[in-house]
């Protein structure tokens, strides 16, 4: 049977990783996306230029999960046999302000696009739900497994989790093959520049390029469990092609604090950096150098500089503390493997991140 895959949300991280990996194993790809007023297909242009002419079997159609007519006229004429859920307002510190929205496009259009798949009787179409490990919030257990409580911290997370359920009705009330991947925290040189591991090593890069001279960030203190957006696309195309509808978490194993990750990212471009100071007054010193791989050029911070403030404006309402995922089921079932650790995520995003920098100093 020919595979037809539709991805809403293909303009963001995960869209455009998974449009690719779908290409590269001979799927006819169709994504949704948002009209603009500006560009906002960066992430995927590069597959029209790609080799292998893949751009024939690549349709972007315009659309939106806040609009079922549009969602079931393009469900009924693309008749995907995959459909993945990847669209959403994904930013936790955003769904505070913006809770209505949220709850909108997160909870009610995953229920939007089964109801259309319901309504036309695409009964052999599978789906996949882009679930989180911010359902587990504030969490009841540790690591987290497909069998913890969930207890959601914010407006996203709590839209996610009507998403989360409304996935699992369909599949037990109406026999749909409809599932949750429940990934953790992923990263790539791609993720979105709000975001804190990119937001961390698009500062230092341009630190190093003079472009900017601090970076302020909120809580330090916040444990997450951080994995390649790479590796994580290919779990998400796993868990649709087992023989069984089951939610699965995919997750790294590991944690570390924002503290430690900022840490980790100076080290790679060859700065030792200590946190000094408590609460407000933290600040990230520079107190010694080290030779470093990525980056080679003269090194512009002195001793004792400080190269990362707190700032408020980033802690949110409530937060979520800890984030440790346990990947052994989705690993043991479907024998999906990680081919990035923490170490390799930091240099694929600090060496694009550099490069882009050094082409900004040079425009300026
Ligand atoms: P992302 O980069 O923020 O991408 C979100 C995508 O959704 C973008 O293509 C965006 O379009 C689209 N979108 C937003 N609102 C929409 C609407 N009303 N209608 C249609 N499309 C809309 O997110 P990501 O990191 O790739 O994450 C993909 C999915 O996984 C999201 O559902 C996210 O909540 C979930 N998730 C992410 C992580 C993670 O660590 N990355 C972990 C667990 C779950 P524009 O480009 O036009 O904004
Ligand atoms: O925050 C802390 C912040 O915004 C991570 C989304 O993809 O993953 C993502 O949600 C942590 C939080 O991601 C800053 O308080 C400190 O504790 O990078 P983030 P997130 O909230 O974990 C989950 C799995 C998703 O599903 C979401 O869609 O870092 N933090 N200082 C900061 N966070 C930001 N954004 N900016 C800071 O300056």
């Avoid at 520049?193 to 341009?206: D, N």
């Amino acid at each position: 049977m020919k595979k037809i895959a539709l991805i809403t949300g293909i303009t963001g991280q995960d869209g455009s990783y998974l449009a690719r990996h779908l290409l590269d194993l001979g799927y006819e790809v169709h994504g949704v996306k948002r009209r603009s007023s500006s560009f906002n297909t960066s992430r995927i242009d590069g597959i029209y230029e790609d080799v292998h002419s893949q751009h024939v079997r690549f349709f972007l159609h315009y659309g939106d999960l806040t609009d079922s007519s549009n969602l079931i006229s393009l469900i009924a004429k693309i008749r995907p046999t995959e459909i993945y859920n990847l669209a959403a307002q994904s930013h936790v510190q955003v769904s505070f302000e913006m809770p209505e929205y949220t709850a909108n496009v997160d909870a009610l259009g995953t229920l939007r696009i089964l109801e259309a798949m319901r309504l036309l009787g695409l009964s052999q179409t599978r789906f996949y739900q882009a679930s989180t490990s911010e359902l587990y919030g504030e969490v009841l257990q540790t690591p987290q497994n497909e069998d913890t409580p969930f207890n959601p911290r914010s407006p996203y997370a709590v839209a996610k989790l009507y998403g989360f359920y409304i996935t699992k009705n369909y599949r037990e009330a109406y026999g749909m093959f409809a599932v949750n991947g429940i990934l953790f925290n992923h990263e790539s040189p791609v993720r979105g520049e709000t975001f804190v591991t990119r937001k961390i090593t698009m500062a230092i890069a341009r630190m190093l390029y003079g472009l900017q001279e601090c970076l302020y960030l909120g809580n330090l203190d916040a444990q997450r469990d951080y994995g390649h957006a790479k590796d994580y696309v290919q779990a998400m195309h796993l868990i649709l092609q087992h023989s069984q509808p089951v939610d699965y978490v995919v997750a790294s194993g590991q944690t570390m604090s924002i503290r430690e990750f900022s840490a980790r990212c100076f080290a790679q471009v060859g700065v030792i950096l200590e946190f000094q100071g408590e609460g407000l007054d933290e600040k990230g010193v520079v107190v010694g150098f080290k030779p470093s791989a990525l980056f080679k050029e003269a090194m512009p911070f002195a001793l004792h500089q400080v190269v990362i403030r707190v700032d408020p404006r980033y802690f949110r309402p409530t937060e979520v503390d800890l984030l440790l995922g346990d990947p052994s089921k989705i690993e043991r079932e479907l024998g999906w493997k990680r081919q990035y650790g923490i170490e390799e995520l930091i240099t694929d995003m600090l060496g694009s991140d550099l490069a882009l920098a050094k082409k900004q100093a040079l425009l300026a």
